[in-house]
């Protein structure tokens, strides 16, 4: 995420959300990756 993979950064948490749906530091990760996007819709789901 802080090299600007931003779309590799999502695909990475939801791989960790897919073994674990409630790991909190995966679903934080992609709301702060939606958030940088300027993407306040997905940021805040």
């Known amino acids: ?3 600007g993979f931003s779309e590799d950064s999502i695909n990475e948490f ?3 959300l897919n073994i674990n749906d409630m790991h909190i530091p995966s679903l934080n990760g992609i ?3 939606y ?5 306040t819709n997905n940021s805040e789901k």
Do not use: S
């Not at 958030?35 to 993407?39: A, K, P, S």
């Open 31 to 33: 709301a702060k990756v």
């Open 1 to 3: 995420m802080k090299d």
């Open 14 to 16: 939801e791989i960790c």
């Open 35 to 39: 958030e940088n996007l300027g993407d």
